[in-house]
């Protein structure tokens, strides 16, 4: 157990580590969890556990460069967030003079100029939008008895960062 402790403890040093939010906060941003995926139960546990703040917004999805769960076109990722986000909703509607923050936790989509994120400020300047430049990963483990899933911490994979285009 000292060695977990020990590993998470470096792992809230490390910028492109992410840890979780705590329990006792009261969620008030939205969440978009597209993970279906059974044997990525940790990812989308990770969803369920996020603490969004007030004017954010998350996609929790795979992706990549161009792309969030096959969704390469920004109007589509609006109407998606249109129909599931009351925060991206309402900035539309308000004829988006509402400064947001838009946070991808989908693999890759934050690499470059020309990325789905960088696209998405493009055409939403009045969002800020983070996401990963290199695949995004969650620490977990199952427990020995039910087999529950327990996330520990989130973090970008190899020489990857959170990249924010503003």
Known sequence: MANFIE???????????????????????????????????????????????????????HGWRLAIEGMSAVKEISDLLYSKSPTWKQMIDGGMKAKIKLKLYSCGTGKGKGSIAWQINQVFPNVTVVAPTDNWGVRWHRSWFGGAVKVDYGYIKNRGRWRTFE
Not at 13 to 42: C, F, M, Q, W
């Open 7 to 61: 590993h998470e403890a470096q792992a809230s040093e490390n910028p492109k580590v992410v840890n979780k939010s705590n329990p006792n906060d009261v969620k008030t941003g939205d969440i978009v969890n597209l993970h279906t995926d059974e044997y990525l139960g940790a990812l989308s546990e990770w969803a369920k556990q996020s603490k969004p703040g007030v004017g954010e917004v998350e996609i929790h999805g």
